[in-house]
């Protein structure tokens, strides 16, 4: 297994050969069967998270009733703590254990962490029945799946691209961000569905407990899969002095850390702008119906969701550099057209058009997100330098995005967050030319 310093950080631009292995066909299966294990645990955890959103609206009045002040409180940090806060520790607690204990043991805590999350939320007593004590356990729960969900992506990230077939690590590491579309978009579908089935009443006095119930349920069922998975790190690499430490790496690895950093950030930005922040954008800037931003959006998540094994293939063909070259050049381009064109359309469908095509853009980045990110790392400090980069990068710029776009806005400087988009894109084209042409840790891997 070798360290070296991949081509682009020693300056040289000559590509390099490698032959890729004649895999069997049970290792193919063995392979795909592993992709579609790790992927269904990131699609639970991510469903899990995003349903607390989603239902938010029924169960709120049940935890945190306007009478009492520290209740407000209490939700205010939760908040806060589960987005921010255990993000960036999640990212590094749960890379030291991937690193140190292995992948298969991260990830398999990580999903029982927030199997544990959504089934304490579904068998909460209310405010009415223990006071203080509800939302001070409902903020506990939203604590474990943040720590949970914020470690999630580095360790999933880092199995899946070394566990894909060579030759085609772009098309099957896509299926991370597949599954977290996926995971949103199944988590808006239950809470529609029952919303069809139950009254209002009835969602707010019991319904609301059944999305965090299925999602318990089936995070055990990813457990299981889990549980089955074979290890991709080498007991060599668990045993280096520098397995998931800090110190090792930012001593060896400063400068891909910082490279991940860099184009993570602008990505995230991006990321959130053109889904979450989006919905809001079009209700307070394009004045378009709530119903009808509600289903303009779910059918661009779910056609953004269907390009990412398409954009992650064309990357396994022109190579992940060019992918990120193409995401940093034509965001930087579209960003500034697209939020001004939206700000004029009177269409529903036209708005539509606008957003995949942005949406379009950022998957030259999102497809190859994980694989990018791990192939500039070595085994032994690989889920630790993704995870802790991408939670980083996600918290200070992702999700502050909805709140500089609003302040903005509310300073009569709109489009000022538009250029700050921009920017950021333009530096995320920079950052990119540091990555390898072609070399990169993973091909070396056993």
């Known amino acids: 297994m070798s360290t070296a310093i991949p081509p682009a950080f020693k300056g040289s631009t000559e590509p390099v050969a490698y032959t890729e292995p004649d895999y069997t066909a049970a290792e193919k299966r063995h392979r795909i069967f592993a992709i579609m294990a790790a992927s269904s645990g ?18 709120a009045p049940s935890f945190f009733p306007k009478a009492d002040p520290t209740a407000q409180l209490l939700n205010t940090a939760g908040v806060f703590a589960a987005g921010f806060l255990m993000r960036p520790i999640g990212g590094w607690l749960f890379g030291r254990v991937a690193d140190r204990y292995g992948r298969k043991n991260s990830m398999v805590i990580s999903v029982t962490m927030m199997c544990a999350g959504s089934l304490a939320i579904a068998c909460l007593p209310t405010y009415a029945q223990i006071g203080a004590w509800a939302p001070f356990l409902l903020l506990v729960a939203r604590l474990f799946q943040g720590l949970s969900v914020g470690g999630e992506y580095g360790t999933t990230a880092t199995y899946m691209s070394e566990i894909a077939l060579k030759g085609q690590r772009g098309f099957f590491s896509s299926f991370q961000y597949v599954t977290l579309i996926g995971g949103q978009l199944l988590a808006v579908l239950v809470v529609v569905i029952l919303e069809q089935l139950l009254s209002e009443a009835e969602l707010k006095a019991w319904g609301w407990r059944i999305p965090f119930a299925i999602g318990a349920i089936t995070a055990v069922i990813a457990l299981l899969l889990r549980r089955t998975l074979k290890e991709t ?8 002095r520098d397995a998931g430490s800090l110190a090792g790496l930012f001593r060896n690895h400063k400068a891909a850390f910082f490279t991940v950093l860099g184009y993570t950030a602008g990505g995230s930005l991006i990321f959130y702008t053109f889904t979450t922040y ?42 992940r550099r060019n992918n990120m070259l193409l995401f940093g050049a034509l965001g930087a381009l579209a960003t500034v057209p697209i939020l001004t064109g939206l700000q004029h359309v009177t269409s529903p469908v036209m708005a539509f058009v606008l957003i995949i095509l942005a949406l379009a853009i950022v998957s030259f980045y999102t497809s190859i997100s994980g694989i990018v990110k791990a192939e500039m ?34 300073l009569g400087h709109e489009s000022a967050f538009y250029w700050y988009v921009t920017t950021m894109m333009v530096i995320a084209f920079f950052v990119s030319l540091r990555l390898p042409r072609t070399a990169s840790y993973l091909h070396h891997d056993h």
């Open 42 to 59: 990131n699609l639970v955890e991510w469903f899990d998270f995003y349903v607390y959103a989603f239902s938010a609206l029924y169960f």
């Open 233 to 240: 790190q080498s007991a060599e690499a668990r045993g280096n």
């Open 278 to 319: 989006m919905q809001k954008y079009l209700v307070n800037t394009v004045h378009l119906p709530i119903k009808t931003t509600s289903y303009i959006m779910t059918c661009a998540l779910f056609v953004y969701m269907c390009m990412q094994p398409l954009f992650g293939m064309l990357s396994d063909r022109i190579g």
């Open 377 to 410: 790392f070595p085994p032994e400090v690989r889920a630790l330098g993704v995870g802790l980069a991408y939670a980083v990068a996600n918290a200070i710029f992702g999700g502050s995005a909805e709140y500089v776009a609003l302040g903005l806005k509310s």
